[in-house]
């Protein structure tokens, strides 16, 4: 893999995963499952992984239930038999949709950035968190009201990646740029440091006062 460039490799996909939250956090499951596809180097670190919702399935299932319906009624009406082959479009439209969502992956390690597609074929592109130069964050109507957007980022020297219709994406623009929310919350510094700054402001304090 070079970075900002894509790999295609004749081979097999993953199963199709479970929506379940294991696929967008970086536990010892996932990781394995990236390990799969992944060129991993031994020191590097799998910060998140996740794929788009499989919500975004429904447009397709929608789409290919109308052309089955409408291709069968026109065929009954006009009594064209061959006219219900049409038919049989409609289920492969939500089948390959289903397909094409569940053998996308995203991953964020503490080197780069990579995003996996292909059904029959495997593409994986690769970007260096050392090229990162911005990233955006966009969220639908419907993105905002059931927490799930793309993140898109542009690297240094021409590319970029997106990850599309990812769940929660904030959190996955922070492990893209190095923060992480669990942490906003805590202070930093040790006891001892703050100790010495207060001793050093009541010092301050008694000089001025004298």
Same mark, same amino acid.
């Given at each position: ?6 790999r295609?490799a004749?081979? &097999?996909d993953?199963?199709?995963p ?6 967008s956090?970086?536990d010892?499951?996932? =990781? ?7 060129a +991993?180097?031994?020191?590097e #670190? @799998?910060?998140?992984?996740g +794929?788009?919702? $499989?919500?975004?399935? $429904?447009?397709?299932? =929608? !789409?290919g *239930?109308?052309? *089955? @319906?409408?291709?069968?009624a =026109?065929?009954?009406v006009?009594? %064209?038999?061959?006219?219900?082959? =049409?038919?049989l479009?409609?289920p ?8 094409? %969502?569940?053998?996308?992956?995203? @991953?964020?390690?503490d080197r780069a950035?990579?995003?996996?597609? /292909?059904v029959?074929?495997?593409?994986v592109?690769? @970007?260096?968190?050392?090229r ?5 964050l966009?969220?639908?109507v419907t993105?905002s009201?059931? /927490?799930y957007?793309?993140?898109? %980022?542009?690297?240094a ?8 219709? !990812?769940n929660d ?5 922070d492990?893209?740029e190095?923060?992480?929310d ?5 202070? &930093?510094? #040790? ?9 050093? %402001?009541?010092?301050?304090?008694? *000089?001025?006062?004298?």
């Amino acid at each position: 893999m070079t970075d900002g460039d894509s790999r295609p490799a004749d081979s &097999p996909d993953d199963p199709a995963p479970t929506d379940s939250a294991a696929d967008s956090v970086a536990d010892s499951e996932t =990781v394995a499952a990236v390990d799969d596809w992944l060129a +991993r180097g031994d020191d590097e #670190t @799998v910060r998140w992984a996740g +794929r788009p919702r $499989i919500q975004t399935v $429904i447009p397709a299932a =929608v !789409v290919g *239930a109308a052309i *089955a @319906v409408v291709s069968a009624a =026109v065929a009954v009406v006009n009594d %064209v038999p061959a006219l219900a082959l =049409v038919a049989l479009v409609g289920p492969l439209l939500p089948a390959w949709s289903y397909l094409r %969502v569940t053998n996308t992956r995203f @991953v964020v390690t503490d080197r780069a950035l990579y995003r996996k597609t /292909g059904v029959l074929s495997r593409t994986v592109q690769r @970007v260096s968190l050392d090229r990162v130069q911005n990233s955006a964050l966009s969220q639908g109507v419907t993105g905002s009201l059931f /927490g799930y957007g793309t993140v898109a %980022v542009e690297a240094a020297g021409g590319g970029a990646i997106r990850f599309d219709d !990812v769940n929660d994406p904030g959190t996955v623009r922070d492990r893209i740029e190095g923060r992480d929310d669990r942490d906003s919350d805590e202070i &930093p510094g #040790t006891v001892e440091q703050w100790a010495a700054v207060r001793d050093e %402001v009541r010092a301050l304090r008694a *000089a001025v006062e004298r």
